[in-house]
Structure formats: C-alpha cells, structure tokens
C-alpha cells in the first residue's frame, strides 16, 4: 500500500507487470484512458489493469491509497523527473 496527494495531472504511463488499485480517500480523482474517462470520488476505487496506459488527474488536490507492489515505478514506463526514488518506496 503507498498513500499519495497530488494535483493537477501527472503523466501519461503504465504498468507492464502489474495491476494498479487507485482508492481515493478524500477528493475526486479522473484517471483519463485512451478510450474513456473514469471519474472517482471518496470511497470508490478502480483497478488499471497491466498494460492499460492512464492518466491520473486531480483538479483540486486529491488524497489517494494505492495499492500495488512495492516495486511498482510511480512513473511506470515512461520515467522522468516525476518518478519516485527508490528508497522512497
């Protein structure tokens, strides 16, 4: 499990190993895939499963329980300046 709060959008990733469960704890979260938008608000969750590119966007800062590996990159396959160092996991 890793808690998170973020705003605004964060990068367009994903996962090639794992499935990701977003549950959002305060706030509303949109996680934009290449086909649809899913739009949560406190106490509903979703699961991106492996290989599924999303989008995790918060208008307003959201407050979100993730819970996935503890390998999983923050930034999946893209990297970059967002992505969590590992001793931060």
Same mark, same amino acid.
């Given at each position: 499990?890793?808690?998170?709060?973020?705003?605004?959008?964060? /990068?367009? !990733?994903k996962h090639e190993?794992? %499935? #990701?469960?977003?549950? @959002?704890?305060?706030?509303?979260?949109?996680?934009?895939?290449?086909?649809?938008?899913?739009?949560?608000?406190?106490?509903?969750?979703?699961?991106?499963?492996?290989? /599924?590119? !999303?989008?995790?966007?918060?208008? %307003? #800062?959201?407050?979100? @329980?993730?819970?996935?590996?503890?390998?999983?990159?923050?930034?999946?396959?893209?990297?970059g300046e967002r992505?969590?160092?590992?001793?931060?996991?």
């Amino acid at each position: 499990m890793k808690i998170a709060k973020f705003k605004g959008e964060f /990068v367009w !990733h994903k996962h090639e190993l794992e %499935d #990701e469960l977003f549950l @959002v704890v305060k706030g509303n979260l949109l996680i934009k895939l290449r086909d649809r938008e899913l739009s949560l608000e406190s106490g509903e969750f979703v699961i991106i499963p492996k290989g /599924v590119e !999303h989008l995790p966007t918060a208008l %307003d #800062e959201v407050h979100v @329980v993730l819970i996935e590996p503890k390998s999983t990159v923050n930034t999946g396959d893209v990297g970059g300046e967002r992505t969590v160092p590992a001793q931060w996991v």
